[in-house]
T-cell receptor, first 113, second 116 residues
Framework: DAGVTQSPTHLIKTRGQQVTLRCSPKSGHDTVSWYQQALGQGPQFIFQ???????QRGNFPDRFSGHQFPNYSSELNVNALLLGDSALYLC????????????FGQGTRLTVV | GESVGLHLPTLSVQEGDNSIINCAYSNSASDYFIWYKQESGKGPQFIID?????DKRQGQRVTVLLNKTVKHLSLQIAATQPGDSAVYFCAENIRAGGTSYGKLTFGQGTILTVHP
């Protein structure tokens, strides 16, 4: 079992560009959550997908959007990148009803220059 | 507002000592509290969780204590080892509309350094 896999591991983008990050959940998991972790801070909840729909959303602007595919994998899209979007983006997967058994991927380090 | 915070940002201990990492929370609607360990370059790794209707839970070398009266959570690590060096986060699971969906709110983290 490969666990939660995220791609790419590192990414450098220019202000104003758009970025897409990808996540494959752990086998057997159907729920994917995305978190943003700024340097020296704890992860902050962006949104959660279940059954291909956004189920919950944190305090992030509409520039942050996502998608979940029928195979439960997910994408995080960020438009009009700002310098402040530089962070580690974490994907966590879990099974419906097993809310505390979330497994995190190693993250994608996004740097906006 | 909703927040989870830590009293100590750094903790240094000697190998073999017991470590205690503390956390304060403010949201009474949380139904689970979870401790994560995050090593450099990795995502958070689940350590142990505790339901809001419990006050103590033990795992392998770890114990979590929950004091709902003062909204305080602690993680105790017995016989701390150099491999325990990492950043430790407490997180609370916020119920939404009466349902637990797994929206986690994390504290800022405590850096644990274990000296051989």
């Amino acid at each position: 079992d490969a666990g939660v896999t995220q791609s790419p591991t590192h990414l450098i983008k220019t202000r104003g560009q758009q970025v897409t990050l990808r996540c494959s959940p752990k086998s057997g998991h159907d729920t994917v959550s995305w978190y943003q972790q700024a340097l020296g801070q704890g992860p902050q909840f962006i949104f959660q997908y279940y059954e291909e729909e956004e189920r919950q959303r944190g305090n992030f602007p509409d520039r942050f959007s996502g998608h979940q595919f029928p195979n439960y994998s997910s994408e995080l899209n960020v438009n009009a990148l700002l310098l402040g979007d530089s962070a580690l983006y974490l994907c966590a997967s879990s099974a419906q009803g097993r809310v505390t058994e979330a497994f995190f991927g190693q993250g994608t380090r996004l740097t906006v220059v | 507002g909703e927040s989870v915070g830590l009293h100590l940002p750094t903790l240094s201990v000697q190998e073999g000592d017991n470590s205690i990492i503390n956390c304060a929370y403010s949201n009474s609607a949380s139904d689970y509290f979870i401790w994560y360990k995050q090593e450099s370059g990795k995502g958070p790794q689940f350590i142990i969780d505790i339901r809001s209707n419990m006050d103590k839970r033990q795992g392998q070398r770890v114990t979590v204590l929950l004091n709902k009266t003062v909204k305080h959570l602690s993680l105790q690590i017995a016989a701390t080892q150099p491999g325990d060096s990492a950043v430790y986060f407490c997180a609370e699971n916020i119920r939404a509309g009466g349902t637990s969906y797994g929206k986690l709110t994390f504290g800022q983290g405590t850096i644990l350094t274990v000296h051989p």
